[in-house]
C-alpha cells in the first residue's frame, strides 16, 4: 500500500481495529495490545511494538501510518518553564510549554498551527494559520510535555490549558477528541475538571460547547471591556462583540455549570485606567465567572504597547478587588526565553538554537 493510501492507524476506533486483524486472519486480541501501544504506551512507530511479531509490525508497516510528534528543539527558563518547539510529520512547527509551580505542574498546549485570528499582541497572531492540528497531535504534545515534567521534576502533568497557538474552538472536532483520549481510561485517564480550553471568543461555538455539555473549564481571553478597544486588538470582537460573548457564556454555564475564567492582559496606556477597570467589574458582574486572571504581558516586536508599571498594575487590581471581583495577578514565565505564543515557532532552527 503506498503512503497516499495508508490510514493513520490512531485515527481507527478499537472496534476497527479488531476488525482489521480479523480480515488479515489474526486474533482480535491483537486489536488489545495495538491499542495499549496507541494510546498508553506511546508508541511512535510500529517497530517499538515489542510484543508483536516482526512481521506482524512489518504488516502494520505496510498497511498504515502512525504520524508523530517529535520535539525540534526545547528552551528552558531559569523559572523552571521549559518551551518546546515540536515537528509535526509535515514538517511544521508548532510548540508547547511545560509550566511549573510549587503544586502545580501544567501543559499549555497548541490547537493549530499558526492562528487566522490576528490578535494584535500574540505573536501567533502573525502566522498564517497553516492547518489544524489533527487529535493525535495534539495528544502527543500532551504526552511529550507529560515526559518533561517527569524527567524534570518527577512528577506528572496535573493539568492542561489550551492556550497555545491556534483558537481551539476554530478547530473544534480535533480539540474535543484530544480531550476524549486524554480524559479516556484508556487514554491518559486526566479528569477533564484539570482541562481549560481558551477562547478569543467565538460566540456560536462557545454555545455548543454548551449544548456538548462538556466536562472542561472555559477560559475567555477578554483583554479589553468595552468594544471599540477589543476591536484593535482583537479583529474577532468585530463579529463576535462582548455582548454577544457574555450571551454565550450565560448559555454555556446553565447547560454545563462549568468553571468560567476570564483572561485579561494589561497593556499600558490601553485597558489598564480605572475606567476600563470600571468596565470590567461590570462584564464580570453579568456572567456567573470563577475569577478574572490579569496577565502581565510578555512583549513582541511586532506590537508597539508595553506593560504598565507595577503601581499602575496595582491599582487595577485593587479596584476589582474592591467592587468583590475574584481577580489573580498572573505574572509572565520564561521571561529569558522565548516565552510569547508564536514566538518560538516563528523561528528557524537555526536562531532558536543560536
Not at 476488525?19 to 486472519?25: K, M, N, P, V
Amino acid at each position: 500500500m503506498s503512503d497516499a493510501q495508508q490510514k493513520n492507524i490512531r485515527h481507527l476506533t478499537y472496534a476497527e481495529i479488531e476488525e482489521y486483524f480479523l480480515q488479515i486472519g489474526d486474533k482480535k486480541f491483537r486489536a488489545k495490545q495495538v491499542y495499549e501501544w496507541l494510546w498508553q504506551k506511546h508508541a511512535h512507530s510500529f517497530e517499538a511494538m515489542t510484543n508483536l511479531s516482526k512481521e506482524l509490525r512489518t504488516r502494520l508497516g505496510s498497511d498504515f501510518s502512525l504520524p508523530a510528534l517529535l520535539v525540534n528543539t526545547t528552551q528552558h527558563s531559569g523559572d523552571g518553564t521549559i518551551k518546546s518547539r515540536f515537528k509535526t510529520f509535515d514538517g511544521h512547527m508548532v510548540e508547547g510549554v511545560l509550566i511549573p509551580t510549587d503544586n502545580r505542574q501544567t501543559a499549555c498546549v497548541s490547537s493549530q498551527i499558526g492562528c487566522s485570528l490576528s490578535c494584535k499582541f500574540c505573536a501567533t497572531g502573525y502566522m498564517d494559520r497553516k492547518r489544524n492540528l489533527t487529535f493525535d497531535e495534539i495528544y502527543d504534545e500532551v504526552v511529550l510535555i507529560n515526559q518533561q515534567a517527569e524527567k524534570a521534576y518527577n512528577k506528572k502533568l496535573s493539568n492542561i490549558v489550551f492556550m497555545g497557538m491556534g483558537e481551539p474552538l476554530l478547530n473544534y472536532n480535533n480539540v474535543m477528541k484530544a480531550i476524549e483520549r486524554i480524559t479516556a481510561e484508556d487514554g491518559l485517564a486526566m479528569s477533564p475538571k484539570r482541562i481549560t480550553v481558551s477562547t478569543a471568543g467565538v460566540a456560536k461555538m462557545i454555545k455548543k460547547l454548551g449544548d456538548d455539555k462538556v466536562r472542561f473549564k472555559l477560559a475567555l481571553s477578554l483583554h479589553a471591556a468595552n468594544d471599540e478597544k477589543r476591536n484593535q486588538i482583537m479583529p474577532i470582537n468585530e463579529s463576535n462583540n462582548i455582548k454577544a460573548l457574555i450571551e454565550a457564556l450565560n448559555y454555556f454555564y446553565k447547560n454545563t455549570k462549568n468553571e468560567i475564567t476570564f483572561e485579561y492582559i494589561l497593556f499600558k496606556d490601553l485597558n489598564d485606567g480605572l475606567k476600563d477597570a470600571e468596565e470590567l467589574v461590570k462584564i464580570y458582574r453579568q456572567v456567573p465567572a470563577d475569577l478574572v486572571n490579569i496577565i502581565e504581558y510578555n512583549p513582541i516586536d511586532a506590537f508597539q504597547f508595553t506593560k504598565p508599571d507595577e503601581e499602575s498594575t496595582q491599582q487595577f487590581i485593587q479596584y476589582l478587588e474592591a467592587h468583590k471581583v475574584n481577580a489573580h495577578l498572573r505574572r509572565s514565565r520564561g521571561k529569558d526565553i522565548d516565552a510569547a505564543c508564536g514566538q518560538l515557532a516563528n523561528k528557524t532552527r537555526e536562531e532558536a538554537l543560536a
